[in-house]
């Protein structure tokens, strides 16, 4: 089992228009509102591609619950602090004729450090039993930034896998634990190093740096130059597939989740990166926040291009 934490659920509402007017006015053609967060995303993937799961952290329940209704309705667990807040509502804008996607997305509710320790006692009363931790996303205002770092390091003490995809002080503090994966996009990794990254032998060194950090692998994802797997054994690269993208949203959870299913498996680090890309295209194929099916995925599989690199 699979246990992944989510601190900042929300809900995602996706406008589409055929293309966005800065300043201007703007018909929207499609509408449609998901139930998301990142590790939301990523116990949503791992259903679909048949590899068991669990969803811990917080429940706002000043509009119902919407998380636990969401998660029940496709039969995963879910074990959470409640709080009387209004759950966060994120608005994506994707632009068809650009195929870009604008986000304006939320903070979420304040909470306090008892908040956190609340959800502190309750994650590590259910981190007993399970294969692999996943810990993702942004935390509200008032969560302290070494709650993954702290999450990982019980993880690590009970010989559990652990993978984090963070960015800014919660990437920084979270590496400090010394997590089993980490999955970077390019301005992540871009932000940890303190400027942009110009060219593959500045990604390598970056991830490199945080595999000297006791990091076993770096998925990077780069958007349409494809994705890069490094660790200690060797580099991989896949340029991904030609496709007709129709949403951005939840593609890198996918890859996550792709990532903790090959790993589950024992792959090499080519078979984990084919999973991580062919589990990102499976959701770039679908509109708004919809993820990757296993019919997709599997399909998927048999095509994603992997080379070896130095």
């Given at each position: 089992m699979i246990l992944v934490v989510t601190l900042n659920p929300c809900i995602d509402r996706t406008l589409t228009l055929e293309k966005l007017i800065p300043g201007g006015?703007?018909?929207?053609?499609?509408?449609?509102?998901?139930?998301?967060?990142?590790?939301?995303?990523?116990?949503?993937?791992?259903?679909?591609?048949g590899v068991p799961s669990k969803a811990?952290?917080?429940?706002?329940?000043?509009?119902?619950?919407?998380?636990?209704?969401?998660l029940a309705s496709l039969g995963i667990p879910f074990v959470s602090v409640s709080l009387n807040h209004d759950l966060r509502v994120n608005t994506k804008v994707f632009d068809r004729t650009a195929m870009q996607m604008t986000e304006i997305n939320?903070?979420?509710?304040q909470l306090t450090e008892q908040d956190a320790e609340a959800v502190m006692e309750l994650f590590a009363q259910e981190l007993n039993g399970a294969d692999m931790l996943v810990v993702d996303g942004s935390v509200p205002p008032g969560?302290?930034?070494?709650?993954?770092?702290?999450?990982?390091?019980?993880?690590?003490?009970?010989?559990?896998?652990?993978?984090?995809?963070?960015?800014?002080?919660?990437?920084?503090?979270?590496?400090?634990?010394?997590?089993?994966?980490?999955?970077?996009?390019?301005?992540?990794?871009?932000?940890?190093?303190?400027?942009?990254?110009?060219?593959?032998?500045?990604?390598?060194?970056?991830?490199?740096?945080?595999?000297?950090?006791?990091v076993h692998g770096v998925c990077?994802?780069?958007?349409?130059?494809?994705?890069?797997?490094?660790?200690?054994?060797?580099?991989?690269?896949?340029?991904?597939?030609?496709?007709?993208?129709?949403?951005?949203?939840?593609?890198?959870?996918?890859?996550?989740?792709?990532?903790?299913?090959?790993?589950?498996?024992?792959?090499d680090g080519s078979e984990l990166l084919r999973s991580a890309v062919a589990a990102a295209h499976g959701s770039l194929l679908?509109?708004?926040?919809?993820?990757?099916?296993?019919?997709?995925?599997?399909?998927?599989l048999k095509k994603i291009p992997v080379e070896r690199i130095e």
């Open positions: 006015h703007n018909s929207v053609e499609e509408v449609r509102e998901d139930v998301s967060g990142k590790g939301i995303n990523v116990n949503v993937v791992l259903q679909h591609l811990v952290g917080f429940e706002f329940t000043r509009r119902g619950r919407p998380v636990q209704e969401f939320c903070r979420g509710p969560i302290p930034t070494d709650i993954y770092a702290r999450m990982i390091t019980l993880a690590k003490g009970r010989g559990i896998a652990s993978v984090l995809d963070a960015s800014g002080r919660l990437l920084r503090e979270g590496l400090k634990a010394g997590p089993t994966l980490v999955k970077p996009n390019l301005l992540e990794l871009g932000e940890y190093t303190g400027h942009p990254l110009e060219n593959r032998e500045e990604i390598l060194h970056a991830c490199r740096d945080m595999i000297a950090r006791g990077v994802s780069m958007g349409g130059d494809g994705a890069l797997y490094v660790e200690e054994s060797g580099a991989w690269y896949s340029p991904g597939l030609d496709i007709r993208v129709l949403g951005f949203q939840g593609a890198g959870d996918s890859m996550v989740a792709g990532m903790c299913a090959a790993w589950l498996d024992s792959a679908r509109e708004g926040t919809l993820l990757c099916t296993k019919e997709q995925y599997e399909d998927l």
